[in-house]
């Protein structure tokens, strides 16, 4: 069983910066690839951004390109979410996401790929 714990939310005004770090308790031989994926109130969770653990190819979200950057540490296991030029529309609970087996990047975009996930933590855009 892997435990992935987020943290670096919190309230930034529109145009702000904030990093969210999701930290593994282990790395299983298997770990593919992890995500974040987001959901605001009374919506649907959406995939943000997936990095492949070894090789680190990425795949984001058109809503989120060029403004949002997913980045891991192995030494560390712990996944990052570096998210700038903030929108009001970019406010939702984070989570982040491992799978054990996935295929090409474009592709891990739905939930259905990820073994583990994270409680989640709390980003509010103030316009």
């Known amino acids: 069983q892997v435990q992935l714990v987020e943290s670096g939310g919190g309230l930034v005004q529109a145009g702000g910066s904030l990093r969210l770090s999701c930290a593994a308790s282990?790395?299983?031989?298997?770990?593919?690839?992890m995500g974040w994926f987001r959901q605001a109130p009374g919506k649907e969770r959406e995939f943000v951004a997936v990095?492949?653990?070894?090789?680190?190819?990425?795949y984001y979200d058109d809503s989120v390109k060029g403004r949002f950057t997913i980045s891991r540490d192995n030494a560390k296991i712990t996944l990052y979410l570096q998210m700038n030029s903030l929108k009001p529309e970019d406010t939702a609970v984070y989570y982040c996401?491992?799978?054990?087996?996935?295929?090409?990047?474009?592709?891990?975009?739905?939930?259905?790929?990820?073994?583990?996930w994270g409680q989640g933590t709390q980003v509010t855009v103030s316009s």
């Open positions: 282990r790395r299983t031989f298997s770990t593919y690839a």
């Open positions: 996401a491992s799978a054990n087996a996935g295929a090409a990047t474009r592709t891990m975009t739905s939930t259905g790929w990820y073994d583990y």
């Open positions: 990095i492949r653990w070894t090789g680190g190819r990425t």
